[in-house]
């Protein structure tokens, strides 16, 4: 019952958490060996992540395209090699990588966000400066990184955004990768971490890019670059199963877009992204923000929540005008005008079953 409330009262519940009866049903029927401090084989890993059948529970599949690239991503981790996760903004490297950890570990909490502000003390660990002062040095004065968490616990550390910090703390990194000890010389001692401990990175190519990390930092991790969706049709059923999960998890009181709804959205989203429409025969100015397909998901459930809240409910192509129009355009006056073009250039010729569509957005942009 506290459980209950609980998962009722928090915005967002961790993977573990939010899957945890899909994990125990993993658990449960587990015959393989798992890995030291693995809580799961690696071939129920594997089906926590891309889904199927177990016992009865159904597993949702979390990460939805090449089941290669995720078999590489778990044999990675069986190594001593770090795992890291890049691409475009919006490719599931923080989900992939949260939903890794939750399955293997059961505790994705252990994070570090990488930013320009990120120190070495984020990396490895700092003080309690009051009871430093007061008694010296101790482990109470200790404030652990999530890193030496991990590293004592054996389980796995997230470092979000890694190519966003600066030069020394990718240093202190790549000593902890290459030795597995974090030097504690205040306290006399060393922490090695125990079997099972790794790191999941993730970086975006469209930032400071990969590019700029050092050499000797790359070569400690196994690099997985994640694609925007292959095709129309997956990136659609991403779509619509993140949008109906997200939604009921927000309690929105919308009707779920319909296929039709989510197929023009994914289409207007692909054309924008790859500069040209999808039968290839018209050119396409891309905006200057990114064309995601988290901005899509995102895009969705803000109309619901829109229709829920100030429509009957039914999810309108105002709604989605509106979202659109948010997604598209932003700061950058030039969107405006992208946007304007698309709408008259491509969308307009569409005809009947895009008109609706097509006049919600132009009112929208003025
Ligand atoms: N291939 C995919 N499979 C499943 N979900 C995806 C996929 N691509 C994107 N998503 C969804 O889009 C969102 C991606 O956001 P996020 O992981 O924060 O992106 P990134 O960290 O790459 O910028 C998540 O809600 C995720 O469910
Ligand atoms: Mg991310």
Not at 23 to 39: F, H, I, M, S, V
Not at 226 to 239: F, N, Q, R, W
Not at 255 to 270: H, L, S
Request: charged share 25%; glycine share 8%.
């Amino acid at each position: 019952m506290m459980e209950m409330d609980n998962k009722q009262a928090v915005l967002r519940l961790p993977a573990e958490k939010l899957y945890a009866h899909e994990l125990e049903a993993l658990r449960a029927a587990d015959q393989d060996t798992k890995p030291a401090g693995w809580q799961l084989s690696p071939r129920s890993v594997l089906t926590f992540l891309t889904g199927g059948e177990v016992g009865g529970v159904t597993i949702t599949p979390k990460y939805i395209g090449n089941k290669r690239l995720i078999e590489m991503a778990i044999a990675t981790l069986l190594t001593d090699r770090a795992l890291l996760l890049i691409g475009e903004p919006g490719t599931a490297k923080s989900w992939l990588s949260e939903n890794l950890t939750a399955a293997i570990h059961g505790d994705s909490s252990k994070v570090v966000q990488g930013t320009a502000g990120t120190s070495e003390e984020h990396v490895r660990y700092s003080w309690n400066y009051a009871l430093l002062l007061a008694q010296g040095p101790s482990d109470q004065a200790l404030i652990r990184s999530p890193i030496l968490r991990a590293m004592e616990s054996g389980g796995i550390a997230r470092f979000e955004e890694i190519s966003r910090c600066a030069s020394e703390v990718q240093d202190a990194l790549i000593s902890i990768l290459s030795e597995k000890t974090i030097a504690i010389p205040e306290l006399g001692r060393e922490v090695s971490a125990q079997r099972g401990f790794s790191i999941i990175a993730t970086a975006n190519t469209r930032d400071r890019g990969v590019n700029e990390m050092s050499a000797a930092l790359k070569r400690r991790f196994n690099i997985i670059v994640l694609p925007a969706p292959s095709s129309l049709e997956t990136e659609i059923d991403i779509v619509r199963r993140r949008v109906g999960e997200i939604s009921a998890s927000y309690e929105l009181r919308a009707t779920q877009p319909d296929e039709e709804a989510i197929r023009k959205v994914v289409t207007i989203f692909r054309e924008l992204r790859s500069g040209v429409t999808l039968d290839g025969k018209e050119k396409v100015k891309p905006p200057s923000g990114v064309i995601s397909t988290a901005e899509a998901i995102s895009l969705l459930t803000g109309s619901m929540a829109l229709a829920g809240s100030f429509g009957t409910g039914q999810l309108t192509d105002e709604d989605i005008a509106a979202g659109l129009q948010g997604a598209i355009v932003k700061d950058d006056a030039k969107d405006q005008l992208v946007w304007k073009e698309y709408l008259d250039n491509v969308m307009k010729k569409r005809g009947a079953t895009w008109r609706s569509l097509y006049s919600a957005c132009s009112e929208m942009n003025g």
